[in-house]
């Protein structure tokens, strides 16, 4: 059985790939199955925290959490801030789109004989990014970061960028770290703290040690 650790809390957290449309049948989208979101807004609800989870990958979800569906990058972006203002957590587990069409055609793109079909892609809002610019004195925003090389240096790279108070890193070729697995296998970055590698172990397990790291950041006196 949890701890109430987060009780009287707000959580607030991404899941799932974003999908930008290119017409009203087709879009662009990634390999995100938004495990390790939707096991962070259940650990989050475990720990007796109020939980709203701005999702773009339709899973089932404990109905003690509130789920807002987002498709798009620009959605989700508007529902998170929507919800930021009474939040005490930021968490952006979502594999967010980092372009979007530029104008999404009214109807079915067609063929064009043999011609060869170029989309024009637009850079989408950063959500973590915009998050953690407009952080408020007690709020922890915490940060993914899916690295091939150089994780820790990255990680803090990113830190600083995002305004993030915890990076959560993992190196996406190990096999038992990334896209739809079960497991995950991470480091934690925090402001002024040596990286904490957590073993490989499954995403539902993971997310009770985010969630336990995210507890002692807002008791720490440190955001
Ligand atoms: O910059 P990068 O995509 O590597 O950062 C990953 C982190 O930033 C994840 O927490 C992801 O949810 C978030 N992100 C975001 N909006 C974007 C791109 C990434 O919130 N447009």
Do not use: C, W
């Not at 739809?180 to 993971?206: F, Y």
């Amino acid at each position: 059985t949890a701890t109430q650790s987060l009780a009287g809390k707000h959580v607030v957290v991404t899941a799932g790939g974003t999908k930008e449309a290119i017409d009203p049948v087709r879009y662009l989208t990634n390999r995100s199955s938004g495990k390790m979101g939707y096991a962070l807004a259940e650990a989050a609800l475990a720990a007796g925290a109020k939980v709203t989870l701005v999702a773009a990958t339709d899973r089932p979800v404990s109905a003690g959490i509130k789920v807002i569906a987002a498709s798009s990058t620009q959605e989700m972006l508007a529902a998170v801030v929507a919800n930021m203002d009474h939040a005490d957590v930021f968490i952006g587990a979502a594999a967010v789109s980092d372009f979007r069409v530029a104008e999404i055609a009214d109807h079915k793109v067609k063929k064009q004989g043999d011609e060869h079909m170029v989309l024009d892609l637009v850079q989408n809002p950063d959500i973590l990014k915009t998050v953690g610019q407009a952080k408020k004195p007690g709020q922890v925003v915490v940060g993914f970061a899916a690295e091939t090389e150089n994780l820790i240096p990255n990680a803090r790279k990113k830190l600083q960028s995002k305004h993030a108070d915890l990076i959560v890193a993992n190196n996406v070729l190990d096999d038992k770290a990334g896209f739809n697995k079960d497991t995950n296998q991470v480091t934690l970055v925090a402001n002024n703290h040596e990286p904490i590698a957590v073993e490989a172990k499954l995403k539902t397990e993971l997310a009770e040690d985010i969630i336990a790291a995210v507890a002692a950041l807002l008791t720490s006196g440190q955001v």
